[in-house]
């Protein structure tokens, strides 16, 4: 079996990505015309994790002109696929390619009723920063957290 590698995702993966979404959330699903829109944005990057030809998971950031500030705006993994290290692949490509595009943050929100990814975030030193009442569709509440991204090798820190 091959080892698992990171990949921009291309338009070929968006049936993959939307049974990705449909079984890791119950509510506030990304759209096919979401994905094909986001797939094609400037403000946007996915990432998805394959063996393969197998898409296992992908991650989905955010981000804004201006801002240092980059989100994940969502992060899924077949479920067959746990606990193989794939998630923090994902998320470790993820702050990867925040520090690229210029960022020194990166933001997310996660369901309180969602301890697995919780504690994901923590493990890989996110610091909480609130609880956000009603943030989901269901009416669930939201942990918001936030990681301040160490500088890329050889670059020159801001002052």
Do not use: W
Not at 100 to 129: H, I, K, M, Q, T
């Amino acid at each position: 079996m091959r080892s698992p590698t990171v990949r921009a995702a291309s338009s070929s993966d968006i049936d993959r990505l939307l049974e990705l979404e449909s079984a890791a959330f119950g509510s506030d699903r990304l759209s096919r015309r979401s994905f094909t829109r986001l797939l094609r944005a400037a403000s946007a990057a996915c990432r998805v994790i394959a063996e393969g030809r197998a898409v296992l998971g992908y991650a989905l950031l955010l981000f804004r002109a201006g801002s240092r500030v980059a989100r994940l705006y969502s992060l899924a993994l077949d479920a067959g696929h746990r606990g193989r290290g794939l998630a923090t692949a994902l998320l470790a490509d993820a702050e990867r390619l925040a520090r690229r595009r210029g960022c020194d943050r990166l933001r997310l929100e996660v369901r309180v009723d969602n301890p697995a990814a919780v504690r994901l975030y923590e493990r890989s030193g996110y610091a909480f920063r609130g609880l956000v009442e009603g943030y989901y569709a269901d009416g669930a509440a939201a942990r918001r957290y936030e990681k301040r991204l160490a500088a890329p090798s050889g670059a020159i820190p801001s002052t």
